[in-house]
């Protein structure tokens, strides 16, 4: 039996992580708080109190509702490895108390300078979602916490690591399940976070099995849908910037040749394709500098993430007038005109997302800010200025899918005329070419934002990534290289 100052001991401890006093100082005379007034995280002083106050009650030990402390005592010359387990006992309120268990090692002692003195190794098991809060509050299993201890010092790198297992009756896997261990924050008033540095995941049908190399506190962290390691965001970050880079180069560029050669800027075809390129130069541009500004004052990100989303929104309009300028010259007829038909494609491309952008940030700026891509670990994220509103981020989504949805009809349609005339022979292969060339022109690669679910999640996200940072770099190549055949094929006509 426990004894009585050292149930108060405890219950004191587990009162002072929840309110973030100092021990055993009774706090002031506040109202009751719940989990989600709780302070964030408490210290890493805070949370290394527990195991070094208990350890000094020696032969005592503690179990309650929502923590469960263990001491233990031996020499480090005996220590053969420990194994502890918890049953499924059922609670007086009708529940039931998942089960865990431990498994030391020998090689836990195997950095102990001090051979035959007597170790103490406490155990913890905490019970509730209030202590260790992250930035993101990410859910751990069944709000359980495992920590362990050894009284003389820090444990890490072991060479055979301390395995600790969780069951449970769900249904878990890779994807959405992985053992992690708390980071404290740097700083005092600063939060930590859940790290799986150090520590294996093995699933197995109602076990979650980690092997960590260190000592600390440990859990399953339950990973939302569609989370990216922080590995993954670091290379669709750099792949990223590659491409837009690429893009806004070629895209420079490709509008320097053009002003220099005015003859090519009479036909309408051509001042269309050029209005494109500035619309995906902005648009790389912008996007470029939403990282980085994300760094700054809050108005100036906004105003950032204002002027992305237009860059965005008029790219995507001139895709779609480049698709109905190319079903114009597929079904023209010979008297059809339209006046100042190029001035009203540049105010539906230009005028009108820039007028619905503008709208919106005067009488809703909110709409508008930093934008955090989160990763499964929580830690290592991305920063950057963009919407924070969720009804314009479907409204977004609308209005590219039905842009896409009419590009793609188009494309659709010059398939059918391009197969309707293909006659002679390697005619096939210039076809193709055309139509890899109009799928970049009409961007309809962007319709992959569509297919962002399940196992496709990942796959999606790279090739995604890739061919619309590319995508003014494509746009470029093509415009060269049927510029280049048309001069050719007129020089050839002159000549004959």
């Known amino acids: 039996?426990?004894?009585?100052?050292?149930?108060?001991l405890v219950l004191c401890l587990t009162a002072c992580l929840l309110r973030g006093q100092d021990p055993c100082h009774p706090p002031k005379p506040t109202g009751?708080?719940?989990?989600?007034?709780?302070?964030?995280?408490?210290?890493?002083?805070?949370?290394?109190?527990?195991?070094?106050?208990?350890?000094?009650?020696?032969?005592?030990?503690?179990?309650?509702?929502?923590?469960?402390?263990?001491?233990?005592?031996?020499?480090?010359?005996?220590?053969?490895g420990?194994?502890?387990?918890?049953?499924?006992?059922?609670?007086?309120?009708?529940g039931r108390r998942f089960r865990h268990a431990m498994n030391f090692p020998a090689e836990l002692m195997e950095g102990s300078r001090a051979r035959g003195v007597e170790q103490e190794l406490v155990c913890i098991y905490?019970?509730?979602?209030?202590?260790?809060?992250?930035?993101?509050?990410?859910?751990?299993?069944?709000?359980?916490?495992?920590?362990?201890?050894?009284?003389?010092?820090?444990?890490?790198?072991?060479?055979?690591?301390?395995?600790?297992?969780?069951?449970?009756?769900?249904?878990?896997?890779?994807?959405?399940?992985?053992?992690?261990?708390?980071?404290?924050?740097?700083?005092?008033?600063?939060?930590?976070?859940?790290?799986?540095?150090?520590?294996?995941?093995?699933?197995?049908?109602?076990?979650v099995i980690c092997h960590c190399d260190h000592l600390t506190y440990f859990a399953v962290l339950l990973l939302p849908a569609g989370a990216l390691s922080p590995a993954q965001l670091a290379s669709l970050t750099h792949i990223t910037t590659i491409g837009c880079t690429l893009s806004a180069a070629a895209t420079l560029c490709t509008l320097l040749l053009c002003c220099l050669s005015r003859q090519r800027l009479r036909d309408n075809t051509t001042r269309i394709h050029m209005n494109l390129l500035v619309a995906l130069l902005l648009?790389?541009?912008?996007?470029?500098?939403?990282?980085?500004?994300?760094?700054?004052a809050e108005g100036l990100c906004r105003v950032t993430a204002a002027l992305l989303h237009t860059c965005l929104l008029c790219a995507l309009a001139w895709m779609a007038a480049e698709a109905f300028h190319l079903l114009l010259l597929l079904v023209k007829v010979y008297n059809i005109y339209i006046q100042h038909y190029l001035l009203k494609l540049c105010l539906f491309a230009w005028g009108l997302p820039t007028l619905a952008v503008a709208a919106v940030f005067v009488f809703k700026r909110d709409t508008y800010g930093y934008h955090t891509i989160s990763t499964s670990e929580g830690y290592r994220n991305v920063t950057m200025c963009w919407l924070t509103s969720l009804p314009a981020h479907y409204a977004t989504l609308c209005y590219a899918g039905l842009i896409l949805l009419f590009n793609v009809l188009v494309l659709g349609k010059v398939v059918m005329v391009l197969r309707r005339i293909r006659r002679q022979k390697g005619q096939a292969r210039k076809d193709w070419a055309t139509v890899l060339g109009l799928t970049c022109l009409l961007g309809t690669t962007w319709g992959l934002a569509f297919f962002s679910f399940g196992v496709f999640l990942v796959p999606q996200l790279y090739l995604f990534t890739i061919l619309n940072t590319l995508q003014g770099l494509f746009v470029c190549l093509w415009y060269v290289t049927v510029h280049r055949r048309s001069k050719l094929g007129s020089v050839s006509n002159t000549s004959s």
């Open 82 to 94: 420990l194994n502890l387990s918890s049953r499924m006992d059922a609670k007086s309120g009708g």
């Open 126 to 207: 905490i019970h509730s979602p209030c202590i260790f809060q992250d930035a993101h509050n990410s859910s751990v299993l069944n709000d359980n916490v495992l920590g362990a201890f050894l009284q003389s010092g820090h444990v890490a790198g072991l060479s055979r690591p301390v395995e600790i297992q969780f069951w449970h009756n769900m249904v878990l896997d890779a994807s959405n399940a992985t053992c992690v261990f708390w980071q404290p924050g740097a700083g005092a008033g600063s939060t930590g976070s859940w790290s799986r540095k150090g520590c294996k995941t093995t699933h197995r049908e109602g076990t």
């Open 1 to 8: 039996m426990p004894t009585p100052l050292l149930i108060t």
């Open 32 to 80: 009751a708080r719940s989990c989600g007034t709780l302070p964030r995280t408490p210290s890493p002083r805070r949370l290394n109190q527990p195991e070094r106050k208990l350890a000094r009650w020696k032969k005592h030990n503690f179990t309650g509702s929502m923590i469960e402390i263990y001491v233990f005592h031996f020499r480090t010359k005996d220590f053969r």
């Open 283 to 296: 648009l790389n541009c912008s996007f470029l500098l939403s990282t980085p500004l994300a760094a700054s």
